[in-house]
T-cell receptor, first 115, second 114 residues
Framework: QQQVKQSPQSLIVQKGGIPIINCAYE??????FPWYQQFPGKGPALLIA?????SEKKEGRFTISFNKSAKQFSLHIMDSQPGDSATYFC??????????????FGTGTLLAVQP | EAQVTQNPRYLITVTGKKLTVTCSQN?????MSWYRQDPGLGLRQIYY???????DKGDVPEGYKVSRKEKRNFPLILESPSPNQTSLYFC?????????????FGPGTRLTVT
């Protein structure tokens, strides 16, 4: 119930393609679904996030699609660029022990965008 | 510049030799956390702290200790490291008031235990 399942493990696309990364969860108590982006040698950084009361959120070339009934959400990267090559983690968050928000991470997707 | 710093960035040690990885944040965040990142397993929480002198176990706490004596610092202690603690470690912090859901990560500490 605490897991967030992420696929694929790795992904290679050509420049301009639209990579899609999928995540699924079980616990309906999750109330916030962020995506983190990690470049080699760096820590993860928040990329975009969505709450379960909306079905889609766009920020620039990045879009989250959310399907509450299926308990699935996905990240789409429009017009992907070589600079988007990174590891992407989905996550789910819920209130835990009162005020603390606990993040449960997926296993990560290594994306390579070829020129 | 708002940031989370970790030291050292790289560490090679031997089994059983106590070590400490330091973490410091300059954003006055209440919440701090330690994660380990392993291939195929993603990021798993080791310990977290909601404020000074308040710490609790995460999902994989065995073999680790933490302390939170000051708001800005949250060191990770390995009393007797073992090879299965070879991993990439990240410290993170977040504000419980502003956007409690966004965690800011440090640059990571790559630990090798031989």
């Amino acid at each position: 119930q605490q897991q967030v399942k992420q696929s694929p493990q790795s992904l290679i696309v050509q420049k301009g393609g639209i990579p899609i990364i999928n995540c699924a969860y079980e616990n309906t108590a999750f109330d916030y679904f962020p995506w983190y982006q990690q470049f080699p040698g760096k820590g993860p950084a928040l990329l975009i996030a969505i709450r379960p009361d909306v079905s889609e959120k766009k920020e620039g070339r990045f879009t989250i699609s959310f399907n509450k009934s299926a308990k699935q959400f996905s990240l789409h990267i429009m017009d992907s660029q070589p600079g988007d090559s990174a590891t992407y983690f989905c996550a789910a968050s819920r209130k835990y022990g009162g005020a603390t928000n606990k993040l449960i991470f997926g296993t990560g997707t290594l994306l390579a965008v070829q020129p | 510049e708002a940031q989370v710093t970790q030291n050292p960035r790289y560490l090679i040690t031997v089994t059983g030799k106590k070590l400490t990885v330091t973490c410091s944040q300059n954003m006055n965040h209440e919440y701090m956390s330690w994660y380990r990142q392993d291939p195929g397993l993603g990021l798993r929480q080791i310990y977290y702290s909601m404020n000074v002198e308040v710490t609790d176990k995460g999902d994989v706490p065995e073999g680790y200790k933490v302390s939170r004596k000051e708001k800005r610092n949250f060191p990770l202690i390995l009393e007797s490291p073992s090879p299965n603690q070879t991993s990439l470690y990240f410290c993170a912090s977040s504000s419980q008031r502003d956007n409690a859901y966004e965690q800011y990560f440090g640059p990571g500490t790559r630990l090798t235990v031989t």
